[in-house]
Nanobody, 124 residues
Framework: VQLQASGGGLVQARGSLRLACTAS????????MGWFRQAPGKEREVVAG???????YYTDSVRGRFTIARDRAKNTVYLQMNNLKPEDTTIYYC???????????????????WGQGTQVTVSS
């Protein structure tokens, strides 16, 4: 599975961005797809995840502002980020947990495939 992430950029606080991550090489509709972020010197943390039944998970700091969704026809997962804050600034990674019908895991170690990362910068 190869993952291609896109959609990052520079936005002002309270603005919006939409990240996209398209998988190739395998149908990932039965897998969890997740978004992580990693600030310099910190561990990679989960932002949001979505299961094969479209059950979603959000970390507390983004709940109510971010929305994860998947398009099975396009083998793609999206992260709509609204009301962005300067503390959201970092690199965002998409990932796939290739265990069929698994729940969302918050541990990066459980994910098997990773995209290349996309930079999100929020100015105050």
């Amino acid at each position: 599975v190869q993952l291609q992430a896109s959609g990052g950029g520079l936005v002002q606080a309270r603005g919006s961005l939409r990240l996209a991550c398209t998988a190739s090489g395998r149908d990932v509709s039965s897998y969890v797809m997740g978004w992580f972020r990693q600030a310099p010197g910190k561990e990679r943390e989960v932002v949001a995840g979505i299961t094969w039944t479209d059950t979603t998970y959000y970390t507390d700091s983004v709940r109510g502002r971010f929305t994860i969704a998947r398009d099975r026809a396009k083998n793609t997962v999206y992260l709509q980020m609204n009301n962005l804050k300067p503390e959201d600034t970092t690199i965002y990674y998409c990932a796939v947990d290739a265990k069929v019908f698994a729940p969302v895991s918050t541990s990066a170690r459980n994910y098997d495939y990773w995209g290349q990362g996309t930079q999100v910068t929020v100015s105050s």
